[in-house]
């Protein structure tokens, strides 16, 4: 279906100058280094909330997972209710107001600053600095690939150019505006995609004949199930797989485990909770940040299973034959095929805005890592405003570089992958953080490289969906993987964050017996 040139510049312009002057706001009231890492530390519950929850949901969730979804099924929806249990309700309940506290105890301005601090070693913050380095670039990356791959598919245009032109707009916000314009426009963004998602629902539940009508075809589809699915578990779009099973693996410890429980642990989130003036605005952030996360994922999820009925009754092909193959190219097909124009237009938006608002943050986060955490340690973590701006251009030009060079169908793996490390390396010293008296700094630090290491040895060595495309074990051993199934289709989170965990705790009972028992 062709978009009516007129409607899409017009929607286009009106949302461009909006988020241009939410950015020059930002710009102007980023007047010290405070400004432009922690807003402030006095932004509104509201804002909290839509920044928190547009950063969390990106084009990843929403075309990456969606196209997860109409490829495995409705099994996904598990991974929606860990995000609201875990990512909102226990994030900002339990490590919110504990996160607050100490970065204002302490005047940390960026996660890796808050970890050297709370444990009195600035050898942590550089560890955390070097792993947030190492492993959003590839968040990042997704992120990029997912606003593209619609950009491209809507309005008719090279990858490369989409790819580029959508990076070069974010950045420009983000390094004039610093976290202040990031959080104006996560906010204004988090609006349209509540009213996107929303319609796209409605919408779907029309194509298909109705909630019921949709789910008991969506049912009456399992015989449709490619065989090599079937071989792995598979049962159906709307049920889950065989307990135990390769895609029961997948989309437990992988997706579900590995987004819901990463999610806790994610440096740009985490500084969200650091602007809040009082906890009684983090309260009040869950009654917007609840609902909004359920509308994200949820839509996205039950739309993508629902695809499948879509593209059967349409083109008598289930989703990811109607893709071509590609995942991350089904929820594109389906909105240009199926919508009208004036919604292919709105959820272009849509889209533009889940993955502007993480893009804004991942680019601020390693911008602030590269530069305040790893080359400015120990002086006051920002050097200069100028310098942070240059740490972000230096990170939007390393993600672009990494999106080009990513394969197909990569956007839902490589979220679910750096949500993972970053569990494995930060969650339990950073819980212990928070929340210990006198935390291990020997745990801390021990803690963090263990979870990283094995996080990679498990990724690089067995995991395969991973070891294989990257080919390091089969160049070293000579086989994909070193380990034989179930091994191969358990993640690496689920691994590497117990054995972190186990670390830690070992080392803070000893540190703790050591400061009661003096010799």
Not at 175 to 187: H, K, P, Q, R, S
Not at 221 to 249: H, K, N, R, Y
Request: proline letters at 4%; hydrophobic letters at 55%; aromatic letters at 10%.
């Amino acid at each position: 279906m062709a978009v009516d040139p007129v409607v899409t510049t017009i929607l286009v312009l009106v949302y461009v100058a909006i988020t241009l002057v939410l950015g020059y706001l930002g710009y102007k009231k980023t007047l010290h280094a405070e400004d432009y890492l922690l807003a402030g530390r006095d932004s509104h519950p509201v804002i909290i909330a839509l920044s928190y929850g547009a950063t969390f949901i990106s084009t990843s969730a929403i075309v990456g997972f969606g196209g997860v979804a109409a490829n495995l099924g409705m099994g996904l929806i598990w991974l929606t209710v860990f995000n609201i249990g875990i990512g909102i309700l226990l994030a900002f309940v339990l490590f919110g107001k504990k996160t607050r506290e100490k970065g204002a105890e302490t005047g940390a301005l960026t996660f890796p600053d808050l970890m050297g601090k709370i444990f009195r070693s600035p050898k942590l913050q550089l560890i955390s600095g070097i792993i947030i380095l190492l492993g959003m670039p590839l968040y990042t990356a997704a992120v990029l690939i997912g606003g593209a791959r619609f950009l491209e598919t809507t309005l008719s245009i090279s990858y490369t150019t989409a790819l580029i032109a959508f990076a070069v707009v974010v950045a420009l916000y983000v390094i004039y505006g610093g976290l202040i314009a990031v959080m104006y426009t996560d906010a204004f963004q988090g609006a349209i995609m509540l009213i996107g998602m929303t319609v796209l629902l409605v919408l779907t539940y029309i194509y298909v004949g109705g909630v019921t009508a949709g789910h008991k075809a969506l049912a009456a589809m399992s015989d449709l199930v490619p065989e090599a699915l079937v071989g792995q578990g598979m049962t159906g779009w709307a049920s889950m797989p065989e307990l135990g099973s390769p895609i029961w693996f997948t989309l437990i410890t992988t997706l579900v485990l590995g987004v819901g429980i990463g999610v806790l642990a994610q440096p740009q989130l985490v500084v969200r909770f650091m602007t809040a003036k009082e906890n009684k605005s983090l309260n009040r952030a869950v009654l917007v940040g609840g609902p909004f996360i359920l509308m994200m994922t949820g839509v996205a999820f039950t739309v993508g299973a629902l695809t499948n009925v879509y593209f059967y009754q349409h083109v008598g092909k289930i989703a990811v034959d109607a893709a071509g193959g590609n995942v991350d190219s089904i929820i594109p097909l389906y909105i240009n095929m199926a919508t009208p124009d004036l919604f292919i237009v709105i959820f272009m938006l849509t889209l533009l805005s889940a993955a502007m608002s993480t893009l804004s943050s991942l680019y601020h986060t390693m911008g602030t890592a590269l530069v305040c955490d790893i080359w400015g340690r120990g002086q006051k973590c920002a050097m200069s405003l100028r310098a942070n701006q240059i740490g972000c251009i230096v990170m939007m030009i390393v993600s672009v570089a990494l999106a080009l060079a990513m394969p197909a169908g990569i956007i839902a793996r490589a979220t679910a992958m750096f949500m993972g490390l970053c569990a494995s390396a930060f969650l339990p010293a950073f819980a212990v953080g928070v929340y210990a008296r006198n935390p291990s700094k020997a745990g801390a630090v021990v803690s963090m490289i263990v979870g990283t290491v094995i996080w990679f040895i498990w990724t690089i060595f067995v995991h395969t969906a991973e070891a294989k495309v990257l080919g390091i074990s089969q160049l070293l051993t000579g086989a994909v993987t070193i380990l034989p199934a179930p091994w191969t289709v358990i993640d690496p989170l689920v691994i590497a964050l117990p054995i972190s965990l186990i670390v830690m705790v070992v080392y803070q009972l000893r540190d703790r017996k050591g400061t009661e028992n003096p010799a």
